[in-house]
């Protein structure tokens, strides 16, 4: 079933709202290259819009944000690099709580354990934890998160638990269930800094949303580039196979 989408009014103009947002934060890198600064500073600027975005979307009425933020091909980079981010996962997991807890939002991860620092593992897990009778919203944060990897595991883990018999009858809903998490469907993706491809994230989950590719790098979408993407969504025809008004 598609998500139902709500309509808002935003500068007199009615704009959908979204279920289910997905954004890949990209351009950090970037961004602190044009401005001469490393890449950590970059990732800095990044996690700083990063909060400050994701109150705005669900103060739009968003239910559901997935932000890919760490990929399990990520751990390609320098290890400087990578161990900057980590230290950025696990900051935020310890010390935004109060922020989650004030505006009711429940903390999820998507991903897999290995090869995350235990750091990591524990904070994250913490922080999960902490929030999980929050009911105003959901974050999903993608975080050695892949795509492929997850429909892998989620095979692996029907095997494990259903007989043959059971696994002939699985339909489409059953098998969702056994992904990283039980969310509905992503309506709107958003890819920051140019790029146009998927990059592994939310392969099954993305099936039927709506893309979108802003240019502006990561630390620089804001509040109004948002909402000058829920404008652009406002205009897709979402057809789901079927044909409009026959
Ligand atoms: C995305 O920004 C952030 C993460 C991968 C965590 P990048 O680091 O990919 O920035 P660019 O693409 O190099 O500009
Ligand atoms: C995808 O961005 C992963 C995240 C933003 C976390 P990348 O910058 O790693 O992707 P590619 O390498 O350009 O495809
Ligand atoms: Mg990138």
Known sequence: MPNMDKAISINNQLVKIPTHV??????????????????????????????KLANHIFDRGVKVISFYVFSTENFKRSEEEVSHLMDIFVKMCRFELKTFMK???????????EPLPKKVIEARDWIADQTKENTGGIMNFCLNYGGRAEIVNAVKRIAAEKNPEEIAELTEQDF????????????????????????????????????????TKFP?????????????????????GAIKNA
């Open 220 to 240: 620089d979408f804001n509040a109004e580039d948002f909402d000058q993407a829920l404008i652009e969504y406002t205009r897709r025809d979402r057809r789901f």
């Open 22 to 51: 997905a954004i890949i934060v990209d351009g950090n890198g970037r961004w602190a290259k044009e401005r001469g600064l490393t890449r950590m500073k970059g990732h800095d600027a990044g996690f700083k819009n990063l909060k």
């Open 176 to 215: 969702a269930k056994y992904l990283y998490q039980d969310l509905p469907d992503v309506d709107f993706m958003i890819r920051t800094s140019g790029e146009q491809r998927l990059s592994n994230f939310l392969l099954w989950q993305n099936s039927y949303a709506e893309f979108y590719f802003p240019e």
């Open 103 to 113: 505006n009711n939002i429940r903390v999820i991860f998507s991903g897999a354990d």
